[in-house]
């Protein structure tokens, strides 16, 4: 058998249409301001990504470029600020920052209600507790992703392959609400491998190259690839050995083209909810 490939691209292309006839029908604008703070070029190029994809779904983007040696005082100010300026309804500080700047103390920074990627720890607690805030956005987009595939989430046996804060542990509580049977597993996980034949959803985010082989992946499983992973030879890979999985499993997003252009769509949704929840 071959995999049905879940394609994020066009997903995210339908889920940005969808946000513009919305905010076409506002008396308003959302807007979204993004802080990069130093030159990294990877975050440049995702934040140019950003700005683009929030202007065709007509919502006021700007961006706030602050040089590499700004102090955390600094930055901090400039979120103070945003916090209080009426016309920003989401705020995302792109990382990773300078070592000298504390990322918790920056994310605590920023007002809950703008918070749009989903980092805050009130918004973590929503989360986790079940009620509604803002979600993070790559996890988001994981779950966006496995309805797309068409199989129910309700009652399957899901693995997280990764715990972290960012998309591990929320992926695990967005599988919870949707009543999935969830395990997380990690790098003390003993045979991970097997663990993960026996799940019926596998989502990866370990950032390991094809960590995850075709004979870890039961039969008919959906597998959704959050890694990305640049190989000696400049190629792009996910944490799943692609090929090997795709014989194997029922569905499977591809990297690149699958999770990632979600993680954008699902931002300019939190975009749009936190200025509603703010404006209306």
Not at 169 to 196: F, G, K, M, Q, Y
Request: glycine residues 8%; contains cysteine; aromatic residues 2%.
């Amino acid at each position: 058998m071959t995999a049905h490939i879940i394609d994020g691209k066009a997903l995210a292309a339908t889920l940005r249409a969808t946000l513009a006839e919305r905010v076409a029908a506002l008396s308003f604008k959302p807007g979204l301001a993004v802080v990069l703070v130093g030159d990294d070029p990877a975050s440049a190029v995702y934040v140019r990504s950003k700005d683009r994809s929030a202007r065709e779904c007509g919502i006021e983007a700007r961006t706030i470029r602050l040089p590499a040696d700004t102090s955390e005082a600094a930055l901090l100010a400039v979120i103070g600020d945003l916090n209080a300026d009426p016309s920003v309804d989401g705020i995302l500080v792109q990382l990773p920052l300078p070592p000298a700047i504390r990322a918790q103390a920056v994310i605590e920074a920023i007002d809950p209600a703008k918070d749009v990627d989903g980092f805050h720890p009130i918004n973590v607690a929503r989360l986790v507790n079940g009620q509604p805030g803002l979600v993070p956005c790559t996890p988001m987009g994981v779950m966006k992703l496995l309805t797309a595939a068409g199989n129910p989430i309700a009652g399957q046996r899901a693995l997280v392959l990764g715990r972290s804060a960012i998309v591990g542990r929320p992926v695990a509580s967005l599988l919870l609400a949707a009543n999935a049977t969830v395990t997380i597993a990690h790098s003390n996980t003993r045979d991970i491998a097997a663990e993960c034949r026996r799940a019926e959803i596998v989502v990866a985010a370990v950032g390991r190259a094809e960590m995850v082989k075709g004979d870890w992946i039961g039969t008919g499983a959906t597998v959704i690839d959050v890694g990305i992973n640049r190989l000696p030879d400049g190629r792009l890979v996910g944490d799943v050995a692609y090929n090997e999985c795709l014989q194997v499993a029922g569905a499977i997003t591809p990297v690149p083209g699958g999770v990632g252009p979600m993680t954008i769509a699902c931002l300019l949704e939190n975009t749009l909810t936190a200025a509603l929840s703010r404006r209306t």
